[in-house]
């Protein structure tokens, strides 16, 4: 989930300014309806999981820098304190079958799923982070910023 969660929350990033308001809904929205492809309104791990491996561009079952990169199509100033966000043990590389982990970062409750407040919740806090870092000279906060609740 990790990954796809970066992925559709780095869509409508700039590297410039912090979206809010109304910008910001959008984007949640959008992340939120791609991942969740039986619109039920909850995220599964399973749709979490699909929505990652198509980040997994080689097929090695994990998620390299380079790849979120590619995949992303964004700066590293943006991806980068993402993707450290998820890589919580700094390899640089993010495994897909680590995604039960992942998804326990956004979900509150422990059900399992994540629902769109939990979401929206998760992913205001991760760009609220990656923005407070711009300026310190150092992106590697973030995934202190995500796992704080
Ligand atoms: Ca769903
Ligand atoms: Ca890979
Ligand atoms: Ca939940």
């Known amino acids: 989930m990790l990954s796809l969660v970066l992925f559709a929350v780095c869509v409508g990033l700039s590297s410039q300014q912090m979206p809010h308001g109304h910008e910001l809904t959008q984007l949640v929205d959008q992340g939120f309806n791609f991942m969740d492809t039986d619109k039920n309104g909850i995220l599964s791990l399973e749709e979490l999981s699909t929505a990652s491996a198509a980040e997994d561009l080689d097929g090695d079952g994990q998620i390299s820098f380079a790849e979120y990169m590619k995949y992303t199509n964004q700066t590293d100033a943006v991806a980068r304190p ?3 966000a998820y890589d919580t043990d700094g390899d640089g590389m993010l495994p897909l079958d680590h995604m039960g982990e992942y998804l326990t970062l956004m979900d509150k409750n422990g ?3 994540v629902d769109k407040n939990e979401y929206e919740h998760y992913t205001v806090k991760l760009i609220q982070c990656i923005y407070s870092d711009h300026g310190h000279g ?4 973030a995934a202190s ?3 704080q609740h």
């Open 111 to 113: 059900d399992r799923h």
């Open 82 to 84: 993402m993707f450290n």
């Open 145 to 147: 910023c995500v796992t």
């Open 138 to 141: 150092s992106h590697g906060h």
